[in-house]
């Protein structure tokens, strides 16, 4: 069993920050890339930032410079930094990992719960 428990959602004004964190547990070999998503209700859901093992990363054009997306592979963790929020980010936003549970198994992906964003004065 495979569980990815996302954390640090909430109410935050245009300008200020969020940090949001997902830690995955359970049967965990391995772990690939990790990423964020967001989806706002009527539309898809759209990747927010993605973070391979080795540390390389790539965002949405809408968030470049103002997210900045992280991970601690000791704690199988990875973070959202959420500087200069606007009300458009306001979503819920769920963690994804591409991971494998054993050396002999391939990798799937796994979702968290997610967790809503809301930017508003």
């Known amino acids: 069993q495979v569980q990815l428990e996302e954390s640090g959602g909430g109410l935050v004004q245009p300008g200020g920050s969020l940090r949001l964190s997902c830690a995955a547990s359970?049967?965990?070999?391995?772990?690939?890339?990790m990423a964020w998503y967001r989806q706002v209700p009527g539309k898809q859901r759209e990747l927010v930032a993605a973070?391979?093992?080795?540390?390389?990363?790539n965002y949405a054009d809408s968030v470049q410079g103002r997210f900045t997306i992280s991970r601690d592979n000791a704690k199988n963790t990875v973070y959202l930094q959420m500087n200069s929020l606007k009300p458009e980010d306001t979503a819920v936003y769920y963690c994804?990992?591409?991971?494998?549970?054993?050396?002999?198994?391939?990798?799937?992906?796994?979702w968290g719960q997610g967790t809503q964003v809301t930017v508003s004065s």
């Open positions: 359970g049967s965990i070999f391995s772990i690939n890339a």
């Open positions: 973070i391979t093992s080795g540390g390389s990363t």
């Open positions: 994804n990992a591409d991971l494998r549970k054993r050396l002999t198994l391939p990798s799937d992906t796994y």
